[in-house]
């Protein structure tokens, strides 16, 4: 169950991931967004050049019993963008203006967020809030962007004493993936869900029992099907580093939802810990 549910979005993400066959169909359904609505699942096989049965398929996949379960879905989100959808993601261009970058890369961050709501499955974050409150130690992984990620991961759930650390390089991943067991909790966060490090020290971990959470793209990838709990991203379309701002955006607003239905769920025993943190940082600034 989707937060925020936008079929669009969904087939956006997942676009690049689908067989050859189901791609035709999800390219013709978001270029020819008007027109789907109206179409029948004979109609719209007829104009992608499939079948009857590859575009069922297709409305399966996406997550939809049937196909007038998924034209309703597609009504539903056309009926709800705005004039402005159009609020799309915007590529920074050589020799952009500074206004016009200010403007583009505030957008991008806000509609990955935004984008996110619309594939992240609530059950699943209450599953995620679930084993975090019950683990003995959380281990984040990540490489590059998605590693910052989790060095700030670690510096909030620190705060209310939780045991936990983050590792950002192959090496130290699988040495941190060896010495996990079934009481431990290891958070992988890729956009690509691809990343070598981090399926290496993914199979590890868990062989040793530990937990498996990924904050990844709203993708079929080796990291999501391999993972016993998935929170889903949604990032831009976009080639230069605005589309890498956008996902560690995303990432870090799915690992503020966790820390908050944790620190939430244990407030009376974790406000201390608050206090405490809040008291010596404040105590060390007056001091300098």
Not at 38 to 57: E, F, M, P, Y
Not at 248 to 273: H, N
Request: with cysteine.
């Amino acid at each position: 169950m989707s937060i925020n549910d936008n079929i669009l979005i969904k087939i956006r993400d997942m676009k690049d991931s689908l067989t050859p066959v189901e791609k035709l169909v999800a390219e013709y359904v978001l270029e020819n967004l008007e027109e789907i609505p109206h179409l029948s699942i004979k109609s719209l096989a007829g104009l992608t050049k499939t079948s009857d049965a590859s575009v069922l398929r297709f409305c399966k996949t996406m997550g939809y019993k049937g196909y007038r379960n998924f034209i309703v879905s597609i009504s539903a989100s056309i009926g709800s963008m705005d004039e402005d959808e159009k609020d799309q993601y915007t590529d920074i261009q050589p020799g952009d203006d500074l206004s016009v970058i200010i403007s583009n890369i505030s957008r991008n961050n806000s509609k990955s967020i935004e984008d996110t709501l619309s594939v992240i499955d609530k059950n699943e974050i209450a599953r995620a809030v679930k084993v975090l409150r019950e683990s003995n130690r959380i281990a984040f992984f990540g490489i590059g962007a998605s590693g910052l990620v989790g060095i700030d991961a670690e510096q909030k759930f620190s705060r209310i004493n939780k045991m936990c650390h983050t590792y950002t390089d192959g090496h130290s991943q699988l040495t941190a993936a060896t010495l996990l067991d079934k009481s431990d909790v290891a958070i992988f966060i890729s956009n690509s869900g691809s990343t070598t490090e981090i399926l290496d020290a993914l199979e590890i971990a868990k062989r040793n029992g530990a937990c498996i959470i990924a904050i990844t793209k709203y993708n079929k990838s080796e990291l999501a099907d391999k993972a016993t709990i998935v929170l889903s991203i949604s990032t831009p379309e976009v080639t230069i580093r605005s589309g890498a701002m956008g996902s560690r955006i995303a990432m870090l607003t799915v690992i503020d939802i966790l820390f908050a239905g944790v620190a939430s769920a244990e407030y009376k025993k974790v406000k201390k810990y608050l206090a405490k943190t809040h008291d010596i940082i404040a105590s060390s600034k007056h001091r300098k």
